[in-house]
């Protein structure tokens, strides 16, 4: 790791992010809703149940990076009002990708945090870019990605200016095939001892399956990650994007009985 300057850990100091009422780095986050921001109802109705379920942040693409030309590629600007409006309805901060260097500027008046997906972690402009902004990047870890590249990534953005970066391990390419991705909750606690940032987990693209991902949620929690991002659609059965991975709003209720249960277990009180 002979090239880091900025991401390495320094003796105690954890970078906790801030935005809004959240501090991420401190406690366990949630950030949960759909993969792609659809239409209001569908996006207006998961973040009502999201919150309820006691989620701290919607997440919902409006710029989908698909592997497929073909594929639904989001809603653009009207998906980006449709998530401002979640938020005057929830409270909840936004969470959104963002896949173009040209977009960054004028996207901070929707987001509250950028998310840089997997297929654009070494998209070396876009991390310049998002590190003259000033808001919080969610840098999710590449599906090749080695975790020394995906902290020169972050390193980017830090050396940009931008303090503020959550790291998301979101699996990795290994030859399983059952799951989407392997997911490497190894690279938490090996994240904690090179950084001070930040890491949460991202187990609905992880494992691809909604059968795997509550499992996945308490692993994280028992890891000691900062949190998980998770993919809930008020209806999966129609969701346009990721439907096999997206809990009901109803299963998203259950894993956080179990993952809150959970960490009262691990906090010994
Ligand atoms: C997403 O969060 O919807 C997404 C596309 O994730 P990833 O970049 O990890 O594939
Ligand atoms: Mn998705």
């Not at 401190?26 to 792609?36: D, H, K, N, R």
């Not at 936004?94 to 997906?117: K, N, P």
């Not at 870019?129 to 020169?152: D, F, Q």
Request: hydrophobic fraction near 40%; include cysteine.
């Amino acid at each position: 790791m002979n090239n880091l300057r900025l991401a390495v850990l320094e003796g105690n100091r954890k970078t906790i992010v801030r935005v809004d009422h959240l501090a991420i780095g401190e406690g366990f986050t949630v950030i949960a809703g759909p993969c792609s921001v659809e239409n209001e109802k569908q996006t207006i109705e998961t973040a009502v149940a999201v919150k309820k379920a006691g989620a701290d942040a919607l997440r919902g693409g409006a710029f989908k990076p698909r592997s497929s030309p073909y594929a639904f590629q989001g809603l653009g600007l009207k998906g980006l009002k449709i998530l401002k409006k979640a938020k005057e309805e929830t409270g909840l901060p936004i969470v959104t990708e963002v896949v173009d260097s040209r977009d960054v500027s004028w996207m901070c008046e929707y987001a509250d945090i950028l998310q840089i997906g997997a297929r654009n972690i070494q998209n070396f402009s876009l991390l310049k870019e998002v590190g003259k902004a000033r808001k919080p990047v969610l840098l999710k870890r590449g599906m090749n990605s080695t975790i020394e590249e995906w902290l020169n990534c972050a390193e980017y953005i830090l050396d940009g200016g931008n303090a503020d970066v959550i790291l998301c391990e979101r699996g990795i390419r290994t030859h399983e095939k059952y799951t989407r991705y392997t997911l490497d909750l190894s690279a938490v606690p090996a994240i904690k001892e090179l950084s001070h940032l930040p890491i949460l987990v991202d187990p609905s693209h992880a494992t691809g399956k909604v059968s795997l991902i509550p499992s996945m949620c308490l692993a994280a929690v028992a890891a000691g990650a900062d949190g998980i991002l998770v993919e809930v659609h008020i209806n999966p059965e129609e969701a346009l994007c990721d439907k096999e991975q997206s809990l009901t709003p109803g299963q998203f209720k259950e894993v956080m009985t179990r993952l809150r249960a959970l960490q009262v277990f691990m906090s010994g009180s």
